[in-house]
Nanobody
């Protein structure tokens, strides 16, 4: 079992930045990849990015490439999503998830553990 708690969401103006954190507990943190997803009301959950077990490989969606960066600190059992140049269309509930594999993946089915989500609102 893995327990995940996100933090760092909030209200920001377009062009601003936020950093989301995801604190993990339970299984050994370095034994799994981490992912970030988001959901806009009325839409399907959307993949944002993933980071492998040791942090040396990341994969982000085209919609956020060049603006969002994923990292992790295995000593702190925490993953991060750095969001820069935010746009109003980035407004969503953001979720971190722990994968069942160690490599990066955008496959929703590979993420059995989820946090409760944190709201990010970007004003125009």
């Amino acid at each position: 079992q893995v327990q995940l708690v996100e933090s760092g969401g909030g209200l920001v103006q377009a062009g601003g930045s936020l950093r989301l954190s995801c604190a993990a507990s339970g299984r050994t943190f370095r034994n799994y990849a981490m992912g970030w997803f988001r959901r806009i009301p009325g839409k399907e959950r959307e993949f944002v990015g993933s980071i492998n077990w040791n942090g040396r490989d990341t994969y982000v969606a085209d919609s956020v490439k060049g603006r969002f960066t994923i990292s992790r600190d295995n000593a702190k059992n925490t993953a991060y999503l750095q969001m820069n140049s935010l746009k109003p269309e980035d407004t969503a509930e953001y979720y971190c998830a722990a994968s069942s594999v160690v490599i990066v993946t955008d496959n929703l089915a590979r993420y059995p553990y989820w946090g409760q989500g944190t709201q990010v609102t970007v004003s125009a």
